[in-house]
C-alpha cells in the first residue's frame, strides 16, 4: 500500500495515491461493518488518546469508536478541564504526553497549527481532528469516500461546496482532496462567507445558487460557523435560507441524480430544508457518518503501520 505519512495533519500533503489507499482500505473496513464479519485487531497493543479543545460530539465518538474496532487502548482526556485552562502550554502538554508514550494522538484544537505544533513535540503519530480554520482531513476523506462509492469513481464530478466558504476547515480540505482528483469545484455563497483569496485555489465562485448548482453531480451544504464569526456576516437567518439555503427548488438546477452531503451538525431551516435532508433518495448525510468510522479506521491503522515500521528500524519495542 502506499502511504508513507507519519502523521495526518492534512489533505494537502498527501499524494493522490495516498488518498486512495487510505480510500480503498475504509471501503474495505466499511464492507466488513455492514456484513458483521469483525476486524483484524490492528491498534492491538497501543495507546489511543483523544484530545478534544473544543467540543464534538461526532468526531469524538466516530474516532473512539475506530480506535475500539481495531483493539486499541482509548483514553479521552477532558481538555475543557484541564490544566490548559491553568496556563499549562501546548509545550508542557506534550512533554506530559511523552511520559504517558502514547502511540497515537487524535486532536481538535480551535487554532490553526496547534496540531501541528504537537506533531512535532510527541513521540507518536498525530491525527488532526480539526484546527482552527486551517484543515479537517478525516472529514474530507470520508467525503470522498460517500462521493465514490455513491458515484462509482471519484474523478470528473461537477462539485458545488455552498455557504460559510470563509471560516470552513471542511471546505478547505475537501478543496484540496477533490481538487487532486480532478473534479470542477464551485463554491457558492455570499461575498461575506468567501474568502477573499478563494478565486486563486483553482475553483469556480458563485454567488447564486441558481448558477452555482447547475449541472452538478454532488452538492455540499457547510454549516454557518457562528462560533467563529466576530461580526455580522449575514442580515438573517432568515434571508440566508432564502439565498443560500438548500431547498427542492434550488436543487433542480443540480443533475437530476445529484447528491446532498452535509459535515453536520446541520442548521434545518438555514442551510438546508429538512425533508431534503432526510430524503433517502438525494440525501448521503447518514451514510457521511457511516463512513467516518471507516475512514478513521483506516487512517489509524496506515499510520500504525508506519509507526511499527519506524520503531523497529530504531530498535523499540511497538
Known amino acids: 500500500m502506499s502511504f508513507r505519512q507519519q502523521h495526518l495533519l492534512g489533505i494537502a500533503p498527501l499524494h493522490p495515491d495516498e488518498i486512495r489507499t487510505i480510500l480503498d482500505l475504509a471501503d474495505s473496513y466499511a464492507e466488513a461493518e455492514r456484513a458483521d464479519r469483525g476486524h483484524a485487531r490492528a491498534l492491538e497493543g497501543l495507546t489511543q488518546i483523544n484530545m478534544f479543545f473544543e467540543a464534538s460530539t461526532r468526531t469524538q465518538a466516530s474516532f473512539e469508536i475506530a480506535g475500539?474496532?481495531?483493539?486499541?487502548?482509548?483514553?479521552?482526556?477532558?481538555?475543557?478541564?484541564?490544566?490548559?485552562?491553568?496556563?499549562?502550554?501546548?509545550?508542557?502538554?506534550?512533554?506530559?504526553?511523552?511520559?504517558?508514550?502514547?502511540?497515537?494522538?487524535?486532536?481538535?484544537?480551535?487554532?490553526?497549527?496547534?496540531?501541528?505544533?504537537?506533531?512535532?513535540?510527541?513521540?507518536?503519530?498525530?491525527?488532526?481532528?480539526?484546527?482552527?480554520?486551517?484543515?479537517?482531513?478525516?472529514?474530507?476523506?470520508?467525503?470522498?469516500?460517500?462521493?465514490?462509492?455513491?458515484?462509482?469513481?471519484?474523478?470528473?464530478?461537477?462539485?458545488?461546496?455552498?455557504?460559510?466558504?470563509?471560516?470552513?476547515?471542511?471546505?478547505?480540505?475537501?478543496?484540496?482532496l477533490l481538487g487532486k482528483m480532478e473534479n470542477r469545484l464551485r463554491l457558492v455563497g455570499p461575498?461575506?462567507?468567501?474568502?477573499?483569496?478563494?478565486?486563486?485555489?483553482?475553483?469556480?465562485?458563485?454567488?447564486?445558487?441558481?448558477?452555482?448548482?447547475?449541472?452538478?453531480?454532488?452538492?455540499?451544504?457547510?454549516?454557518?460557523?457562528?462560533?467563529?464569526?466576530d461580526g455580522a456576516f449575514i442580515p438573517s437567518e432568515r434571508e440566508y435560507y432564502h439565498r443560500f439555503g438548500l431547498d427542492a427548488e434550488k436543487l433542480a438546477h443540480a443533475k437530476d441524480d445529484a447528491i446532498v452531503m452535509h459535515p453536520g451538525p446541520m442548521n434545518r431551516g438555514v442551510e438546508i430544508d429538512g425533508l431534503l435532508a432526510d430524503d433517502i433518495n438525494r440525501s448521503v448525510i447518514q451514510e457521511q457518518?457511516?463512513?467516518?468510522?471507516?475512514?478513521?479506521?483506516?487512517?489509524?491503522?496506515?499510520?500504525?503501520?508506519?509507526?511499527?515500521?519506524?520503531?523497529m528500524e530504531q530498535g523499540v519495542m511497538a
Open 289 to 311: 457518518v457511516e463512513m467516518g468510522v471507516a475512514v478513521r479506521m483506516a487512517a489509524m491503522d496506515l499510520l500504525a503501520r508506519n509507526l511499527r515500521a519506524a520503531r
Open 191 to 229: 461575498a461575506t462567507l468567501m474568502p477573499a483569496a478563494a478565486r486563486d485555489w483553482g475553483v469556480e465562485v458563485y454567488d447564486d445558487m441558481a448558477e452555482g448548482l447547475a449541472g452538478c453531480d454532488v452538492v455540499m451544504m457547510l454549516r454557518l460557523q457562528r462560533e467563529r464569526m
Open 68 to 176: 475500539k474496532r481495531l483493539g486499541a487502548d482509548v483514553m479521552n482526556m477532558a481538555m475543557q478541564a484541564s490544566s490548559i485552562k491553568k496556563g499549562e502550554t501546548l509545550i508542557d502538554t506534550a512533554m506530559t504526553l511523552n511520559a504517558m508514550h502514547p502511540d497515537l494522538l487524535v486532536v481538535r484544537h480551535p487554532h490553526s497549527g496547534a496540531v501541528d505544533l504537537l506533531a512535532q513535540k510527541v513521540n507518536g503519530a498525530v491525527l488532526n481532528a480539526g484546527d482552527g480554520r486551517h484543515e479537517h482531513p478525516t472529514q474530507a476523506l470520508l467525503d470522498a469516500l460517500t462521493i465514490r462509492r455513491k458515484k462509482g469513481r471519484l474523478h470528473r464530478l461537477n462539485i458545488a461546496i455552498c455557504g460559510d466558504i470563509a471560516h470552513s476547515r471542511v471546505a478547505r480540505s475537501n478543496i484540496h
